[in-house]
């Protein structure tokens, strides 16, 4: 039996020796969101075995359930996610994947005979026990910190599991600590290790390194208002050691408000990540030069600066990555997010060396009488990129417009489209253009 399953069972006959758990069910929420989503992707100079063109499309559901706390001291509770996706659309020759072995496609998971599955489905729960201010979960997971973030980028999201702790019993302070154990993939229905670039493939595709404790805690103190300050720890056993810091605050100046967000990371190698080949990570440049991996070293900073005022939010960014290797993250090497100002539509912008810079720029139609839809574009260019032929270079272009109903029969239903242009001349790269347009709609069930 799959723990998340165990754990569902457990929790279940915990609540159902509860007598007037009311909490319980009144507290409780049932929520089906509906996600149609397209993708096409243009490798404009492609190699390598990859695919030209890459199309897909399909419509996804996702159902999330929370339930509210027994009474009592303490209370127990329960919270589920049912997710399936179904192909609308899809093509041996467009479904992104040179091999059946190899990690789903653009969206969907690849079948046997290396085209996109029919349809593809998961079911998670976890556990919760709350004790005043302080709830521990054990489950399926989504978790959203300065170490680890899940993706929802595509049809389905991706999702984690393992037990995280939560507590706000300090006023202003909340303290946070947990382990994940396997990752579900968002083009997938299997669970899976957790690993780092460079590890997470080999020539047979899975025959990647993994490790099943991904560590983290973290403290996020609000100071007042307008300044937040943090700290958090991630460690992925045998692969790096991450800390991290950061500083959000929040100034009024004139009619606006000026958002600064400062981050720094530390990442440094663990366990066989120092010396074992098949654990190291990708883009790795130290003196030799024609040495490409190795162990995790790498200090990233940023800041990044956005003002709005009357609808407008101009901003502007500028992150540093240094240290021998590229900037490390959970990725199993099939879709994945993390924390930084420049993790973008399609590129991430943490190389070896990297230095980017970026300018941003959005607008609320709000302001002119059209409540509900938003567009907004970023532009980010990273320079002096180390490799083994000299520094190299790239850019991203973003460019989102979205319109979600404010009210009426269809509100909250929402129409987004995404389009991003990349160019680099980093080896073993492809230029790509991309487009995203993504329907959505949730409909209350509690």
Do not use: C
């Amino acid at each position: 039996m799959k723990k998340s399953t165990l754990t569902l069972a457990v929790a279940l006959g915990v609540l159902a020796q509860q007598a007037g758990a009311a909490g319980f069910i009144e507290d409780s929420k049932a929520t089906l969101k509906l996600r149609n989503f397209y993708i096409n992707t243009d490798n404009r100079n492609h190699g390598n075995g990859t695919v030209n063109y890459q199309e897909e499309w399909g419509q996804g559901f996702q159902l999330d359930y929370t339930s509210g706390f027994t009474e009592g001291t303490v209370g127990f509770g329960v919270d589920a996610i049912g997710l399936l996706g179904i192909r609308l659309d899809s093509g041996k020759g467009r479904h992104g994947n040179a091999s059946s072995d190899a990690y789903g496609g653009t969206v969907f998971p690849t079948d046997s005979d290396g085209r996109a599955v029919n349809d593809y489905s998961s079911l998670g729960a976890a556990a919760k026990v709350k004790i005043s201010q302080t709830e521990l979960r054990y489950g399926t997971l989504l978790p959203k910190n300065p170490v680890i973030s899940y993706n929802d980028g595509r049809l389905l999201p991706q999702t984690f599991e393992g037990g995280q702790i939560v507590s706000n019993e300090i006023k202003d302070l909340t303290l946070t600590a947990g382990q994940i154990e396997h990752v579900k993939g968002r083009n997938s229905s299997s669970t899976e290790g957790l690993s780092i670039a460079g590890a997470n493939q080999s020539s047979n595709f899975r025959n990647g390194k993994y490790s099943n404790q991904f560590r983290y805690a973290g403290a996020d103190y609000k100071v007042n208002k307008d300044l937040l300050l943090q700290y958090w720890y991630g460690g992925l056993e045998n692969f790096y050691n991450q800390h991290f810091l950061g500083a959000v605050h929040n100034w009024a100046i004139g009619p606006g408000v000026l958002k600064s967000d400062f981050r720094y990371f530390h990442s440094t190698d663990d366990g066989k990540n120092g010396d074992t080949a098949a654990w190291y990570t990708t883009g790795y440049y130290p003196n030799n030069p024609v040495k490409t991996r190795g162990k995790v070293d790498n200090d990233l900073y940023s800041a990044l600066f956005l003002y709005t005022v009357a609808g407008h939010t101009f901003g502007g960014g500028y992150q540093v990555s240094n240290g021998d290797s590229d900037f490390p993250w959970l990725n199993q090497g099939d879709g994945s997010s993390n924390y930084t100002i420049t993790d973008s539509q399609i590129q991430k912008f943490g190389r070896a060396g990297e230095r980017t810079w970026q300018a941003r720029y959005s607008y609320d139609f709000a302001k002119v009488g059209l409540a509900g839809a938003t567009a907004g574009v970023t532009y980010l260019r990273g320079d002096d990129i180390d490799s083994t032929i000299g520094d190299r270079k790239e850019w991203e272009r973003d460019i989102t417009l979205a319109y979600v109903v404010p009210e009426g029969t269809l509100k909250g239903f929402g129409v987004m489209w995404k389009n991003a242009t990349w160019r680099s001349n980093v080896a073993n790269t492809k230029d790509q253009d991309e487009n995203r347009l993504i329907l959505s709609y949730s409909v209350p069930l509690l």
